[in-house]
């Protein structure tokens, strides 16, 4: 796998979590809430954190106040 395709995966991963999470927060899904906070605060994501700038706690923070998560995808097409 090259380096772009595993830069792709790692932003996917992040990106299933972000939707996990918010669909989480709106379903009130005690369990999936506790195992993406988790994640989010976890040394693996800030390995494959496609957006450095922000922290877990930063990214749960956007998801909570309807960050589009359209636009992590926008800056994974930005590199193809």
């Avoid at 790692?10 to 990106?15: D, E, F, T």
């Avoid at 496609?50 to 706690?57: K, M, R, T, V």
């Amino acid at each position: 796998m090259d380096a772009r395709a595993t830069r792709k995966l790692c932003a996917l991963i992040v990106l299933r979590a972000a939707m996990d999470y918010r669909q989480a927060r709106k379903k009130n899904d005690r369990y999936t809430l506790e195992e993406t906070e988790r994640f989010f605060r976890s040394e693996w994501f800030e390995t494959i954190n496609p957006i450095p700038e922000l922290s877990g706690e930063e990214m749960m923070k956007r998801i909570r106040e309807n960050f589009d998560l359209k636009n992590v995808w926008a800056e994974l097409e930005k590199e193809r």
